[in-house]
């Protein structure tokens, strides 16, 4: 059986028989240019309403970093027929429950609560994008909890900068060389609210946005409640992205930094990488499995198990829009220091670019990668989340279907060259990470 898999990535460019079934859906615009996209699934009376919006961080001013993260909380300070807390407490009265999350490049809101109550979400969603409730005290409240958030997931947290410093020793020119929690508590703290409207009214409009609903609907009667609801919100400008283009990285940036709250060495390597709509970042992805993904990875079995010079490891991609990042993060062992740690860490890249990964280490990556898209997929949360990050990531929800057969049709080949190619030290970022305090910086 094995021997017939491996024929099969060596003799043919055919994508395995996996049986992955296509994501069904239907999409339509409204004239205001808000995009709706329905999922039908009777499986189960439920439904999940997903308000996508395409602002992440990168569109902020360098000058007021933070402020697509602060609407994530802002948004659920009421609106004019919906005020106060009343948006979380409606839908918790309905047996529902909501969330929101912000990323680099797009901000998604969602809400999942019994199918007959969708007229509810509908209502509030509607209600919010049309307009919030601008006041001092609310941005007041917002601007206390993100400083507060600020400092207990980055400043006071072990290792919490890492994410801080990385980036914009990645990046020099592009926004992506700031967080989403943004560069610093200032930009937040000095955040007017005349700012703060002219935000919200340029990027939550409703031609940025798509409307996703997924489950146990009836798409005529949707579509007729979508229309009161959402048709009259005024469209926001026509925006033109023009982001800063990041010019090509030629040698290896290296940084050391000291923080007395993390307790043991560590190391970030920051490779240069495509944006996720290249033909390569599947690849790129599948390399952070194959470094560390599970304890039976490369890196994991090497450095934790075998030489037991580290005490975790981990790797992932930034999934950007634009050229983004793939990070790899090694925590030293206890009385171990980097200079135990990295050759053994340059042996296993090197490895990597050498001899490529096993058919038996793709198969295991494939058989991943397919659990989780199954898993996502079981509930409607999933599905409507699946198809938003395929609109506001790729530009078009169809990407559903068609993008997970680029990761299927990977063969071990493919890994090899992208780990030639992009896993290279001239490309990359490094930071030093080192408990205590800089010393000779005394």
Same mark, same amino acid.
């Given at each position: 059986?094995?021997?017939?898999?491996? /024929?099969?990535?060596?003799?043919?460019?055919?994508?395995?028989?996996?049986?992955?079934?296509?994501?069904?859906?239907?999409?339509?615009?409204?004239?205001?240019?808000?995009?709706?996209?329905?999922?039908?699934?009777?499986?189960?009376?439920?439904?999940?309403?997903?308000?996508?919006?395409?602002?992440?961080?990168?569109?902020?001013?360098?000058?007021?970093?933070?402020?697509?993260?602060?609407?994530?909380?802002?948004?659920?300070?009421?609106?004019?027929?919906?005020?106060?807390?009343?948006?979380?407490?409606?839908?918790?009265?309905?047996?529902?429950?909501?969330?929101?999350?912000?990323?680099?490049?797009?901000?998604?809101?969602?809400?999942?609560?019994?199918?007959?109550? /969708?007229?509810?979400?509908?209502?509030?969603?509607?209600?919010?994008?049309?307009?919030?409730?601008?006041?001092?005290?609310?941005?007041?409240?917002?601007?206390?909890?993100?400083?507060? #958030?600020?400092?207990?997931?980055?400043?006071?947290?072990?290792?919490?900068?890492?994410?801080?410093?990385?980036?914009?020793?990645?990046?020099?020119?592009?926004?992506?060389?700031?967080?989403?929690?943004?560069?610093?508590?200032?930009?937040?703290?000095?955040?007017?609210?005349?700012?703060?409207? #002219?935000?919200?009214?340029?990027?939550?409009?409703?031609?940025?946005?798509?409307?996703?609903?997924?489950?146990?609907?009836?798409?005529?009667?949707?579509? #007729?409640?979508?229309?009161?609801?959402?048709?009259?919100?005024?469209?926001?400008?026509?925006?033109?992205?023009?982001?800063?283009?990041?010019?090509?990285?030629?040698?290896?940036?290296?940084?050391?930094?000291?923080?007395?709250?993390?307790?043991?060495?560590?190391?970030?390597?920051?490779?240069?990488?495509?944006?996720?709509?290249?033909?390569?970042?599947?690849?790129?992805?599948?390399?952070?499995?194959?470094?560390?993904?599970?304890?039976?990875?490369? /890196?994991?079995?090497?450095?934790?198990?075998?030489?037991?010079?580290?005490?975790?490891?981990?790797?992932? +991609?930034?999934? +950007?829009?634009?050229?983004?990042?793939?990070?790899?993060?090694?925590?030293?062992?206890?009385?171990?220091?980097?200079?135990?740690?990295?050759?053994?860490?340059?042996?296993?890249?090197?490895?990597?670019?050498?001899?490529?990964?096993?058919?038996?280490?793709?198969?295991?990556?494939?058989?991943?990668?397919? +659990?989780?898209?199954?898993?996502?997929?079981?509930?409607?949360?999933?599905?409507?989340?699946?198809?938003?990050?395929?609109?506001?990531?790729?530009?078009?929800?169809?990407?559903?279907?068609?993008?997970?057969?680029?990761?299927?049709?990977?063969?071990?080949?493919?890994?090899?060259?992208?780990?030639?190619?992009?896993?290279?030290?001239?490309?990359?970022?490094?930071?030093?990470?080192?408990?205590?305090?800089?010393?000779?910086? #005394?």
């Amino acid at each position: 059986m094995w021997i017939a898999a491996m /024929l099969l990535y060596v003799f043919s460019d055919a994508p395995a028989d996996t049986g992955l079934r296509r994501l069904p859906f239907e999409t339509h615009q409204l004239a205001n240019g808000l995009t709706v996209i329905l999922h039908e699934d009777h499986s189960t009376p439920i439904v999940t309403v997903n308000v996508v919006y395409r602002v992440g961080s990168r569109d902020e001013s360098p000058h007021r970093t933070g402020f697509a993260h602060l609407f994530e909380h802002f948004m659920f300070e009421g609106s004019p027929n919906a005020p106060g807390n009343t948006f979380d407490r409606l839908l918790q009265e309905a047996g529902g429950e909501n969330n929101a999350y912000t990323t680099l490049d797009y901000t998604s809101y969602f809400e999942t609560l019994p199918a007959h109550q /969708l007229e509810l979400a509908l209502f509030l969603e509607a209600d919010r994008m049309r307009m919030l409730d601008f006041s001092e005290e609310n941005l007041a409240n917002q601007r206390a909890v993100v400083q507060e #958030e600020y400092r207990q997931s980055y400043l006071n947290r072990p290792y919490g900068q890492a994410y801080l410093r990385i980036l914009p020793l990645a990046f020099r020119v592009h926004p992506y060389r700031w967080p989403t929690i943004g560069a610093t508590l200032e930009h937040i703290a000095q955040a007017t609210l005349e700012e703060v409207k #002219e935000f919200f009214f340029r990027y939550y409009r409703p031609n940025n946005a798509a409307l996703i609903i997924a489950g146990d609907i009836d798409p005529k009667q949707v579509k #007729e409640l979508v229309a009161r609801y959402f048709g009259d919100i005024p469209r926001g400008p026509e925006l033109v992205r023009s982001y800063p283009e990041e010019p090509p990285q030629e040698e290896e940036r290296i940084e050391t930094f000291y923080d007395p709250a993390s307790p043991l060495p560590a190391v970030l390597y920051a490779y240069k990488i495509p944006g996720v709509a290249h033909p390569d970042y599947p690849a790129l992805e599948f390399l952070t499995e194959a470094l560390a993904g599970g304890k039976s990875s490369r /890196l994991y079995q090497r450095l934790v198990y075998e030489k037991q010079l580290a005490l975790n490891v981990g790797a992932y +991609t930034l999934e +950007t829009v634009d050229p983004g990042l793939l990070i790899l993060q090694v925590v030293a062992a206890p009385g171990k220091q980097l200079e135990d740690v990295l050759p053994a860490l340059e042996e296993e890249l090197e490895r990597l670019r050498r001899d490529g990964v096993t058919a038996e280490e793709l198969e295991k990556i494939r058989n991943r990668y397919e +659990t989780q898209l199954y898993q996502g997929r079981q509930t409607t949360r999933g599905k409507a989340d699946e198809l938003a990050r395929a609109w506001a990531q790729l530009g078009d929800p169809e990407a559903v279907n068609s993008r997970p057969m680029d990761y299927l049709r990977l063969r071990p080949e493919d890994l090899q060259r992208v780990a030639q190619r992009y896993l290279v030290p001239q490309r990359r970022s490094v930071l030093r990470y080192l408990p205590g305090s800089d010393k000779a910086g #005394e």
